[in-house]
């Protein structure tokens, strides 16, 4: 089992920073892909960006490209997003995923979930 605890969300001006962290324990040898997905009120997950867990590739979400940096250190067990530039539409529960058999987009690829943090951002 591979156990996933997200931290960082909060509060946020309109074009303000925040920085979530995704602590994970348990069996983290077998992940190979780690994953950030955002879900806002009335809508389904989506997907918004990954990262193998070797840190050598990334992917990002058309609509936070640019702005969203997802990063790892696995020294610390730890997978990162830093969010800049949050607008209107950036307001979720953001949920850290892990796959351990694929790097993926798809959120059915991903089998360990975290319980979320919530990301709100005020005009």
């Known amino acids: 089992q591979m156990q996933l605890v997200e931290s960082g969300g909060g509060l946020v001006q309109a074009g303000g920073s925040l920085r979530l962290s995704c602590a994970a324990s348990g069996r983290t040898f077998s992940s190979y892909a780690m994953g950030w997905f955002r879900q806002a009120p009335g809508k389904e997950r989506e997907f918004a960006a990954a990262i193998k867990s070797s840190g050598t590739v990334t992917h990002y979400a058309d609509s936070v490209k640019g702005r969203f940096t997802i990063s790892i250190d696995n020294a610390k067990n730890t997978v990162y997003l830093q969010m800049n530039s949050l607008t209107p539409e950036d307001p979720a529960v953001y949920y850290c995923?892990?796959?351990?058999?694929?790097?993926?987009?798809?959120?059915?690829?991903?089998?360990?979930w975290g319980q979320g943090t919530q990301v709100t951002v005020s005009s």
């Open positions: 995923a892990g796959s351990t058999g694929a790097y993926s987009l798809r959120s059915y690829n991903y089998s360990y």
